[in-house]
């Protein structure tokens, strides 16, 4: 099959898995009284702490007057506050209360019959699937067409392809242990941004290494 084939066809799967995700999503938000905007909000408060409106809105992907609207929709449910952020005088954090902490921790990361399908692929195929959707959403990234992600490719800490272990053969300077393809962090707590060059230079390697 033809490379342009090939990735129409792979478009295809994930515009399919995207819909089912977006629908599980819906549902699991309206189980909580939320909109899916309000959960996901909720949800990236939860996880990466506290935000100023503009970061959570390109964070996401929305705009602000919908970040603005569904933040005061959370607010006013007292399942998040807004407090001064003590780097800003003049500007507020996001946070969510304890009621929000624990409604968004209640929400699934995922749906269940999902993991349990990612969870049953032989290693060498989350390998590949994880590699894969690293250089796509870096691609993406490139290309300003999706948010920033925190992703391993353009970490500081990332040393890809440092050992001669095959099924370990990256190191992550910040917990300092190597590790291979398929345990890549595509949205990782302790990510810290790369210079632009570092970056570019692990994607390379990244990729040709295949
Ligand atoms: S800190 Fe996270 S994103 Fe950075 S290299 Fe380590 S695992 Fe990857």
Redesign the pocket.
Known sequence: MSADRSARQIATALSRLSLFLRSAGWQAARAAGLTPTQAEILTHLARRGPARGAELAAALGVTAATLSDSAAALVAKGLAERRPDPADARATLLRPTGEGAALAGAMPEAPAVLLEALAGLPQADRAGLARGLMLTIAALQTARAIPVQ???AT?R??RPHVHSDAEAPHH????DAAFGDAAL?LD?G???AAPAERAAASLRRLRDAA
């Open positions: 925190r992703i391993c970490c800490y990332f992550c300077d910040f917990v962090r990782c302790d990510h810290e």
